[in-house]
């Protein structure tokens, strides 16, 4: 968990709601970083921060802002509230730039007002008066801060304005009857606080101006436009600082606020939920499935195909027969196919176990991807991105996109290790190729005693010696038996070894399947699949955070 959201729960027993709204809005922030627009997220990040910032603050006050127009009365009203001609009235000088405080109970309000960047020097606190009257007690609690003129040529007041309408608990907007319409008003600020109307009161000063018998005409057009700004819920009340007309109400109205101590929170949900829902927009609420068993199968099935898995499978299948073959085989024949070349040895791939630690990361001598597989795998990537992107907004679908070729590069490389570092399997020799050996050898030395032995009887005939007795088995001589036996069941048991070679073959082509297989899913996994996984959790991310910002 953050800092931020730490430090917000720690305040707790403000409402357990805000905070993990904050806390979704945070991860919805973070997870949308680098994917949405980054001033969007900017922004967003900027109203986690301050409301993190303000959760730590007072919450035994509430800060209310009066801000307008140059001369609606803001600076007068705050002195009728306080009761003191403590803002300067009717003037523009230098000092109207900063904002004018003051505090109604300044116990622990320090750091609040730092916060809200009042000087000290405009900093005035109601309790250190001596005329405290009995409504003071109605207010404590209350921050009142008199704003700088909206509409100012001076940038300076524009940015205090901004900052601290983005800071206050309750936003008074205090309008002259001449100028509530003014658009910069409406299009700057009411317009975009549309979901801040809970926090809002406007005050139709200069009453006193209003002919009798026109106030009516004048409240109806008033509510119209601030209906048009989606604020039509805004309490709308009338005052004169002049005649002091309407001032009680306004009290009222802010006792009522004060005393509720609802409004920071209400202040921090609207900020929320609007900064939630700019990211809502632009996120969705799509249900994204991951990349599907099928679809990696097709993509394994690819990059198999490109890395040259067939080529080695049926190398492994080739050599393996031959190799068993002449293990097994007569061994007359046998020793003559040692000149027939091994496939895996021409593919290089035949290194043992040591050989490969010393060149695994070397290039097998494989065939090349040709262009038909390359575009074969591009196809593919494209089919899975296609699949786990339908149904998501364009910013996230872009960011699933690119994620699935951000490593694609290094594919092939990666590929080629993934072939070279697999165990084919094929530098064991089963036991029974060498049982099988063992016994040509026996059947061979038994055709070979009998030739001998025949060869030295031909002799004793041929120098007219007489025979040796030749032993017999059943009616035949034993030297034949050997000889015929042993030619007989050599090519017999041969003929079977074969069969057993080839299922031998056929068995190891498999394994050797298998194992490049696992190495290639694992690249696939790697440098395509996560990639595009990271993406689609980051979605959920967001779009949950999202939602429990909104909630
Ligand atoms: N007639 C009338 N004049 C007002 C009223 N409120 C303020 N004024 C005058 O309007 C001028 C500007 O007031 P000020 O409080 O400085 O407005 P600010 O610029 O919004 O702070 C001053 O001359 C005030 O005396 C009001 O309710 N009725
Ligand atoms: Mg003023």
């Not at 068993?293 to 080695?312: H, I, N, Q, T, Y």
């Not at 299948?317 to 073959?325: E, G, L, M, N, S």
């Not at 040509?440 to 009887?457: E, F």
């Not at 194992?515 to 699949?529: A, C, F, W, Y």
């Amino acid at each position: 968990m953050s800092p931020i959201v730490d430090s917000v729960k720690q305040a707790l027993g403000r409402g357990a709601d805000i905070t993990g709204k904050v806390d979704g809005l945070e991860r919805a922030a973070a997870a949308a970083r680098d994917r949405l627009d980054p001033a969007v997220v900017d922004d967003v990040q900027l109203v986690v921060g301050r409301a993190g910032q303000r959760l730590r603050l007072s919450a035994d006050h509430t800060v209310v802002a009066l801000a307008g127009a140059t001369g609606s009365g803001k600076s007068s009203l705050f002195n009728a509230l306080v009761g003191l001609d403590l803002a300067a009235i009717g003037v523009r000088r230098p000092t109207t730039s900063w904002a004018l405080s003051c505090t109604w109970g300044s116990d622990g309000s320090g750091e609040l007002l730092d916060w809200l960047g009042i000087p000290r020097r405009h900093q005035v606190s109601r309790d250190s008066m001596l005329d405290t009257s009995d409504s003071d007690s109605d207010l404590h609690g209350l921050v009142l801060l008199d704003l700088p003129d909206h509409d100012s040529t001076e940038v300076s007041h524009h940015v205090e304005v901004d900052r601290l309408v983005s800071r206050a608990d309750v936003l008074v907007w205090v309008l002259d009857p001449q100028k509530y319409a003014d658009a910069a008003l409406h299009d700057r600020y009411l317009k975009p606080l549309a979901a801040h109307a809970g926090i809002m009161l406007v005050v139709l000063n200069h009453v006193d101006e209003v002919p009798k018998g026109q106030l009516d005409g004048l409240l109806a057009d008033v509510h119209r436009v601030l209906t048009a700004d989606g604020l039509g819920s805004v309490p709308v009340l009338t005052t004169s600082a002049r005649t002091g007309e309407g001032i009680d109400e306004l009290q009222r109205v802010l006792v009522k606020r004060v005393r509720a101590k609802r409004s920071m929170t209400a202040r921090l949900v609207a900020d929320v939920e609007t900064a939630a829902a700019r990211l809502g927009e632009l996120t969705g609420d799509a249900r994204p499935g991951d990349a599907s068993r099928s679809a990696k199968e097709s993509l394994v099935d690819a990059c198999a195909d490109a890395a040259g898995v067939p080529v080695v499978v049926e190398a492994v299948h080739k050599a393996t027969a031959v190799r068993a073959r002449r293990a097994t085989g007569w061994p007359v024949t046998a020793w003559l196919s040692r000149f027939r070349p091994d496939p895996l040895k021409r593919l290089h791939l035949d290194l043992g176990a040591s050989g490969k630690q010393l060149t695994g990361l070397s290039r097998a001598s494989l065939p090349e991807a040709t262009q038909v597989q390359r575009a074969r795998v591009d196809q593919t990537v494209r089919h899975v991105v296609d699949d786990a992107a339908s149904g998501l907004p364009k910013p996230w679908a872009t960011a699933v996109r690119s994620a699935s070729v951000s490593r694609l590069e290094d594919v092939n490389d990666a590929l080629d290790k993934a072939v070279v570092a697999t165990d084919l399997g094929v530098a064991r020799t089963p036991i029974w190729w060498r049982l099988a050996q063992a016994l040509q050898w026996v059947l061979l030395a038994a055709a070979l005693t009998g030739g001998l032995w025949l060869l030295a009887l031909l002799g004793f005939v041929y120098l007219r010696l007489p025979e040796p007795p030749t032993p017999e088995w059943q009616g035949f001589s034993v030297p034949t038996l050997l000889l015929l036996g042993g030619i007989a069941a050599g090519a017999l048991f041969a003929g079977l070894s074969r069969l057993l070679a080839g299922w031998s073959a056929r068995r190891r082509a498999a394994a050797a399947d298998r194992r490049l297989r696992e190495g290639i899913t694992e690249v696939v996994e790697q440098l395509v699949l996560e990639p595009i996984q990271v993406e689609l959790d980051a979605y959920r991310a967001c779009r949950d955070g999202v939602a429990a910002a909104r909630r």
